[in-house]
Structure formats: C-alpha cells, structure tokens
C-alpha cells in the first residue's frame, strides 16, 4: 500500500492530535494556539499542493485519490488556513477552549478531505458523520450560552435526522443493486436508474448532503446555525463545508445518476426551490449573517444547476463555482468579523458609515456581494455564467431564465447591504477602524482575486476541467 | 464581412486609458479633490481624442470592422477578445468620448466624495465604451453588467430626487434586461453549432439559416426586451424618467446620452444583426411599441413640472424615433436610427448639463419655481435652449436629420404609425417650448437677481456639446456617410 497518497489526511490527523495533546497537557494559550495552528494550517496548504498528482486506492478502495479529490482538497486546505487566518481574535470561544476549537476544526477539514475521496457508501457515511459531529459541537462552542446552544441543539437534531434518511437511502440503493462502492454502482445502475426504489434511494441519500450543503427542503439550520454559532464558524460552514458537500454531491451523482430523467427532475425542483425560497427570505432578514444563510441556501440551488446538467461543462462548472464560493463568501465574512471584535452578530444596519471607516473593508464587502449577485467582472459571475452554459447545453433554457430572475431578486438584498455601507450614516459617531496588516493583506487580495479569476477565469477552468475528467465514469 | 485588422491597437488603448484612469484615482488621497479632477479630465481627455481619431480614420470606402483585435481568452467556451467599430459602433463610441469628458467638466464643481464618484464614473465609462467595441457576445454581455455596476452607488449616493428609490429601481430594471440577454446569448451560441461567442460567425449563420427561423424568433424577443429595457422601450421605460431625475448631473448625461443608446445599439447590434429572421417577425411589435412610446412620452413629458423628468420623458419620446427607425428594415431607417442615436445623446447630455449649471446655482428644478433666468445668467440660458430646439428638431441641428430619415422610413413601412408619431413630435414642441417660456423668460424671482452666469471655464463642456450639434446639424453627411458603410451592406445582404 502507499500511504503516500493519503498523505494530506496523515497530515491533518496528525495536526488534530498535536491540538488533542495539548489540550491535555498544557495550559491553553490563545496567541500560541493561532500561530502553531496558522503554521499548520499552511503547511497543509503545502502538503495538498504536493500530493495534487496522488493517484492510486487505500482501504480496499473504500479511499480513492484522483486529480478530482485532490484539487479538491487544496480547495478545503485553503479554506481551513484562510478561516485559522481570522481566527486572531476569538472573543467568541472561551479561553480554556481554544486548543477544543482548533482539534475541531482540523478534525473536522480532515473528515471532509476523507469524505472527497470517499468511493464506498460506508466511508461516505463515516467521513460525512465525523465531519458532522465536529461542527455540532464547534456551534455550540460559542461562549454565549443560549444562542450557541440552541443553534447547535437545532443543528444537531436536523443533522442526524439527515443521516438517517440517508442512511435509509443508501440501504434502498444497496437492496436494488447490490453494490456498495461507488464505481460498481456506476456499472449496474444504468440499467436500473427506472427502478422507483433506486430512484428513491438516490435522492434520499443525496438528503444527507443536501443537509449539509443546504439544499430546500433541507435548509432549516441554516440561517439558525450561522445567527448562533460564532462568526469564525459560521464563515467556515459557509466556505469549507460548502465546497466539501459540493464535491461528494458531484461525485455521487456522477456515478450514480446518470441519465435518470426522474433524478433530473427532481433536481431541477431542488434547485428552483432553494434559490427562489433563499433570496426571497433573504430579503426580509436584518441580521448580516442569517442573509449570507439564505443566500448559501440560493447559491446551492446554482450549483445544482452545474450538477444535474450531467455533462463536462456542468463538472466544470460546479467545481469552478465551488473556488468561487469559497472566495467570496470568505470575503463577505472578513469583513463581518472585522466589523465585530467583541464577536457579536452583527445587523445589517450595523454597516453603516462603513465606507469612511475603513474604505477597503467597504470595497471588499461590495465586491464579494456583487459577486455573490453575479455581476461580471467577477468570479460570481464566470461560475454562474459556467453552470447556464452547461444548463443550456442540456436545453434547460427555462431553468436558467428562471435562475437569471433569482439573480435580480438577489441583487435587491445584496444592494440593501450595499447602501448600509455606503449611503447610511451611524446614529453615533464610530470610530475608524484599522485592520491589522495582515487583515487588510487578505482583504486586498481575495478582493482583487474575485476581480481578476472573473476577467481572466481560464487558468482555473482548465484545473477544473482536469478535475472534471474524472466524473466522466461509464461514458 | 470584411475584417481590417488594427496596426496598433486603439481600441484597446481607449479601454486601456479609462481603466488606468480609474486606477490612477483610486491611488490619489481623497483629500487631492483639485487633482482628482485634473487628473479625470486628463484620461477622459484622451480617449475623446482617440475616439476622434477613430472616427476619422475609418475608411469609409472599405466599410466593414476596422481596427480590429483579436486574443483567444477562453479557448474552451470558444470566447475571444474581438475589438472592432463598423459604421454602427463609430458613431457611438464618438459619442460616448464626448460625453465622457464634458461629463467630468460638467462635475467640477461637486465637493462631495469626490474621489469615489470618478473612481465609479470612469468604471461605468468603461463599460459602455467596452460594449460599443466588443465582437465577442461574452463581452458584449460583460461590458453591459461592468457600466451597471457602479450605477446603484452613483445615484443614491450623489444623487437628488428621491434618490435610493429610483437608483434601486434603475438597477433592478437593467439587471433583469440582462436575466433575459444571457440565457438567449448562451442559447444562440449552442444553435449556431460553432462553439464560438463572436459576433461574425453567429451573424453569419444567422444570416444562412444555420440557425432555424424558430430559434431566431425566440432568442430575437428575449434580446429585444432584455436589450429594449436598457433603451427605454415602453413600457419597460418606467425606470428612466426616474432614474435620470435621481441622478447627478454627469451620471443623468451619461445615462440618458449613453447609456440608453447601449440598449438600443444591442438591439441593432445583438438582437437585429445576429437574428434577421427574428427581426422581419417581430419588427411589427416593435415598431407598435416605439410608436407607443413616442407618443406616451411626450404627452407624459407635458405634464411634469420637474426640468430632469420632462427631460426623462422626452428621452422615452426620443428614443422610441430610434426604435421605429430600426423596425421599418430599412437603410434608411437603420441610418436615421444610428443618427439619431447620436443626436440624442449629445442634445440629452447637453440638456442635462446645462440644467446642473442651473441646479447647482438655484437649488431647484421644479419649472414653476423658476422664471426668468435669461437675463440672470444668458449665457446658460442659451445652452438650455439651443439643446432644447434641437430636441424639438429645428432644421439645422442634428436631431432634425435623425428624426427626418426615420420618419421618411416610416411613412413608407408603417404609414399610419409615421403619421401617429410625427403629431407627437409637436407635442413634444409645445412642452419643450413651454418649459423654455416658463424657465427663462417672465419675471424674475428676487432670490436668483444676484446669481452667477456661467464662466468660460465651466461653459466649455455646454460649448462642445452645442457645438457638435451646429456642426452635424449644418453637415450631417459626416455622420450618414460612416453609418451607410455598416447599414447598406447589412440590408442588402438579408436573406430574403
């Protein structure tokens, strides 16, 4: 066996034990603490870079390295280090937590990156389960009882009803066909995909990463969990979590579904309700947070697009608009933790005046919501235009009008967000604000990168169309 | 369709100069207004004269797209930078370099957020000067949603009448015109069966029938509407007249001068050009629908009291001539179209204009409240109403020609709407010579007896600007001549 290939997971097991250790033996320090966890985290950036090549199975193939998990896995090792990187200030998570926190949050990157390379139902369950469990807790984390514990109550209750469902589902699947690894299933399955009970064993285990992407009708923690949880947590779910589901949701479909009308149809229905119900929620919503919620769940309904058009450009697609996500939405989020160092939830009309103080923070948020809106010239935009195009390919040209007119709906609240940071003024006068370098570093460049990848988008749509090559099981 | 490639790439370098222009504004301090504004009108300065030089340039005897570019960007969707200006795209993209800088002059003495408005002016700028340029429906498309960008913030920010509301409203009209552009764009770039978002391919074989009559029709409508709500066709046209009230005065001049000719060049460019099937299905609709605006503009201009809205209705009025003009298919009506397109922007730009000049001085643009201004400040006065009988079509400026050769079209393609529409044009006469009575003429309010009258300096943008009118009024062949090079060839190449 070569356990080289799963070097990126060694990797991150062995930075979650380092956490547990001293969890154990030493008192916690928070400035240490984010150093060695910052240290580690791009020291995984780095071991993912090295292994992208990785080919080859572990586990009796139940672990699967490939282009497509390993560019993945860049994705989540970046995410991991871009959301340690705001994690200077953490008022939010007890002191005597803070190695907790960090052991979470590496166990729970690791589960994910098990979980893109996952080609066995068992592993899938088990990975989705860890990476589930730990950000149960890393929810209700959150220092200020009532609301962590809540939102983590409530996110717990819907999760594992979403595992069980999926449980159910991968039995269906596994009563009709027999198989129990992903690639068997792309073999048997053509034949069967007619069969109501293979039919239903699909879009029931794809239930469980529904759940996790936040996919209507699977949406309801959402907007709770973000509001509760810290804001360090929230803009991990809504990056690295994100990309994680995106990537099994393809996978799975690829292998699984191909050319099943009725899985399409169902999709298509997914897709057209989670965007619809995500921005017209969004709209009346007064708390930054809960509007980012809503407008994952409508992004997810996006991203299903560039899923259930089940042809390259659509693999292509979807992998680019996962880099996309995570870019800006770890933007939007820089910028909601900055504006809230005593880590509270922030209002939407808390933006105010933003604009005089601090005028690169109010730039990054207009950029990264107009990106999330889908305006060119930005990644937004390349991603959405991505998935249309594969959707159009297909003939879905209704389902794309209809997410164009998702598209204006979103604006109106994104816009909302836009005028509180540039037209409003505070009731009283707030002081400048002064990111600390490093900050206002990132804040530049993931600015001027969700700029620069929508004008110059084709470097990463040939990564993605590498990756993409890898879906194309069977044909 | 012949292409000429460029020798030094001009085109580029107008983009070029606007986006280092707007670079160059965001690294000055937000203190420096006084260079701010030296260095905008600089950068503005050189593209008006490349644009000049572009439009002198043009070989009118070759025809065809001249200064071309052409880069591959994004090899697998088949999309390429394609630059190149026929004689539809000269004109406006002239227009746009006029505009552009009498814009920046006519802002010189706002104070407020100065650095942010021309950071955000010269991005919308650079959008419409993009689009008029593009080959590539990619970038088309692009460059229409890069000038809509910026337009939220510099309407609610700096703007006046009920300013958050129309500058929404503004934003979300445009945005869903482009809801309805991009699915038809992807859609002709799958049925064309080339892999390819250049303009002269997909014309071509919208030209040969490669792709079917159906597929035209469809894609035809979306890209009308999607392209018409840009271009203030009734009764997608309700965001205008608001929009142009809210805006600051350069925005109101780029807007109504430029930005509404970017709808109705799409029109011509994306939906009429790449579907001629489409266009001889649908042209009946439009031509009913201009007609309509026409009239509903000027009588709904009748009625305002405020100076930027009877502006913004007689912009619907307008711009419907420019929509009859490209629904007769005709050379003429396309020339009278293109025309007026250009006319209208530098009248509209110059009525704007001189309204700021007044505005600023009178803190009001409600017509009753004035009275009498000609003899406080004639010179501005005689900005107002030069532009004002231009829209009224005086022979002699250029609006007269435009709306003659549309309307000479009309008579023979639709002759009950010509008639129908040549009324309302006197309508628009008596609203626009009632509010010129009222405004400048009568007695004069004690409050406005000491103000200012426009200096040399602040009268130069006003002067260019009526400047441009006299001389394609006095000569407009320097005009027709470049679009008949783009619109005979166009015509006579239809499949019959």
New interface residues.
């Given amino acids: 066996m070569n356990w080289m290939i799963a070097a990126p997971e060694i990797f991150y097991f062995a930075a979650a034990m380092w956490f547990l250790m001293l969890s154990f033996f030493s008192k916690p320090d928070p400035r240490r603490e984010h150093l060695s966890s910052l240290l580690l985290a791009s020291l995984g950036v780095l071991v993912c870079l090295a292994s992208v090549g990785a080919q080859g199975y572990l586990f009796i193939q139940a672990f699967t390295a490939d282009i497509y998990s390993q560019v993945f896995k860049i994705l989540l090792s970046l995410g991991l280090f871009l959301i340690i990187a705001l994690c200077g200030n953490l008022p939010d998570i007890g002191e005597r937590r803070i190695q907790d926190f960090y052991f979470l949050l590496f166990t729970c990157t690791l589960a994910m990156m098990l979980l893109v390379s996952a080609g066995h139902l068992l592993s899938i369950f088990v990975s989705l389960e860890v990476s589930s469990y730990s950000l149960y807790i890393l929810v209700a984390l959150r220092r200020n009882q009532d609301f962590g514990l809540e939102a983590g109550i409530k996110y717990f209750l819907v999760g594992t009803f979403a595992s069980g469902v999926m449980l159910f589902g991968m039995a269906l699947l596994y009563s009709s066909s027999g198989a129990t690894y992903l690639s068997d299933m792309a073999r048997l399955l053509p034949e069967m995909i007619g069969q109501p009970a293979v039919v239903i064993g699909l879009v029931l285990t794809l239930g469980g990463f529904f759940f996790k992407l936040a996919v209507f009708p699977f949406h309801f923690w959402a907007p709770d969990a973000y509001q509760g949880a810290s804001n360090q947590v929230a803009a991990y779910i809504a990056t690295v979590s994100k990309v994680a589901a995106v990537a099994v949701i393809a996978r799975v479909v690829a292998h699984a579904g191909q050319e099943s009308t009725y899985l399409v149809h169902v999709l298509v229905i997914l897709s057209v309700a989670s965007m619809t119900v995500g921005n017209l929620a969004a709209i009346a919503q007064k708390d930054l947070k809960r509007l980012l919620a809503f407008s994952t769940i409508a992004h997810s309904g996006y991203i299903l697009i560039g899923i259930l058009a089940m042809n390259p450009a659509g693999w292509?697609g979807t992998i680019f608009y996962a880099l996309a996500l995570l870019a800006m939405k770890f933007t939007a989020f820089l910028v909601v933790i900055e504006l809230a160092p005593e880590g509270q939830n922030l209002q939407i009309d808390d933006l105010a005046g933003l604009?005089r103080r601090s005028p690169l923070l109010a730039l990054a948020l207009m950029v990264s919501l107009?990106s999330l809106a889908g305006?060119?010239?930005t990644i937004g935009?390349t991603g959405k235009?991505l998935v249309?195009?594969a959707a159009?390919?297909r003939g879905y040209?209704a389902l794309?009008?209809i997410a164009?007119?998702n598209?204006?709906i979103s604006?109106?609240y994104y816009?909302l967000a836009?005028?509180a940071a540039?037209?409003l003024e505070p009731a009283v006068e707030l002081p400048a604000l002064t990111p600390s370098m490093p900050i206002k570093l990132l804040a530049g460049i993931s600015t001027g990168l969700i700029v620069a990848a929508g004008f110059f988008?084709?470097p990463f749509?040939?990564i993605a169309?590498a990756a993409a090559q890898v879906l194309l099981v069977g044909r | 369709m012949h292409m000429e490639p460029a020798n030094f790439p001009y085109l580029s370098a107008i983009l070029g100069t606007t986006v280092a222009g707007l670079i160059a504004i965001m690294l000055i301090p937000a203190e420096k207004k006084e260079l701010i504004r030296r260095v905008s009108a600089t950068f503005s300065g050189i593209t008006l004269v490349i644009s000049l030089l572009l439009f002198f340039a043009y070989d009118r005897s070759m025809g065809g797209f001249q200064f071309v570019e052409d880069y591959s960007?994004?090899?697998?969707?088949g999309i390429r930078y394609i630059n190149g200006v026929d004689g539809f795209s000269l004109p406006n993209l002239l227009l746009t370099g006029i505009v552009f800088f009498t814009g920046v002059l006519t802002m010189w003495e706002m104070e407020t957020r100065v650095k942010?408005f021309y950071a955000l002016y010269f991005l919308l700028v650079t959008g419409v000067f993009g689009l008029f340029m593009s080959l590539d429906l990619?970038f088309i498309?692009?460059w229409y949603?890069?000038s809509?960008?910026p337009m939220?913030?510099l309407i609610?920010?700096w703007g006046t009448t009920r300013k958050?509301y129309g500058a929404?409203k503004l934003?979300?009209y445009l945005?869903?015109g482009?809801?309805?552009i991009?699915?038809a764009v992807?859609?002709l770039?799958?049925k064309s069966g080339l892999g390819t978002f250049g303009f002269v391919p997909l014309m071509q074989s919208g030209m040969s029938g490669t792709i079917a009559p159906w597929e035209q029709k469809f894609a035809f409508i979306l890209l009308f509407l999607g392209f018409g709500i840009l271009a203030g066709v009734w009764p997608f046209h309700t965001w205008s007249p608001v929009g142009h009230a809210a805006a600051p005065h350069a925005v109101s001049m780029v807007h109504a001068g430029v930005l509404m000719k970017i709808g109705s060049f799409g029109v011509l460019r994306v939906a009429i050009m790449l579907c001629p099937v489409g266009w001889s299905y649908w042209a009946p609709l439009m031509a009913v629908l201009a007609a309509i605006g026409i009239i509903y503009g000027a009588f709904a201009g009748l009625r305002q009291t405020d100076l930027k809205y009877v502006i913004g209705y007689s912009s619907v009025s307008h711009m419907g001539v420019v929509g009859l003009g490209l629904s007769t298919m005709t050379v003429e009506g396309l020339n009278g179209a293109v025309f007026q397109m250009f006319a209208h922007g530098i009248m509209t730009a110059l009525l704007f204009s001189s309204i700021g000049y007044i505005y600023d001085r009178t803190h009001t643009k409600m017509v009753p409240e004035l009275g009498g201004l000609s003899r406080v400040m004639p010179v501005a006065s005689t900005f107002f109403i030069v532009a004002a009988l231009a829209s009224m079509g005086l022979p002699g400026l250029a609006n007269f020609w435009g709306e003659l050769v549309v309307f000479i079209a009309a008579f023979r393609t639709y002759p009950p709407l010509g008639v129908i529409a040549v009324l309302a044009l006197v309508v628009t006469a008596l609203f626009m010579l009632r509010v010129v009575q009222r405004t400048f003429y009568g007695p004069v309010d004690e409050k406005f007896s000491k103000l200012q009258d426009v200096s040399f300096f602040l009268g130069v943008p006003r002067m260019i600007l009526a400047a441009v009118l006299v001389i394609v009024g006095l000569y407009p062949s320097i005009l027709f001549d470049v679009i008949h090079t783009a619109s005979a060839p166009f015509i006579n190449g239809l499949p019959k």
Avoid: C, G, K
């Fill in positions: 292509t604009h107009f305006i060119p010239p935009f235009f249309f195009v159009i390919e040209i794309v009008i164009m007119i598209v204006v604006l109106y816009l836009i005028r540039y037209l988008p084709y749509i040939r169309q | 960007w994004i090899p697998s969707l942010e990619f498309f692009v949603d890069v809509l960008f939220y913030l609610a920010v958050e929404m934003t979300l945005l869903a482009s809801a309805l991009l699915p992807i859609f770039y799958f």
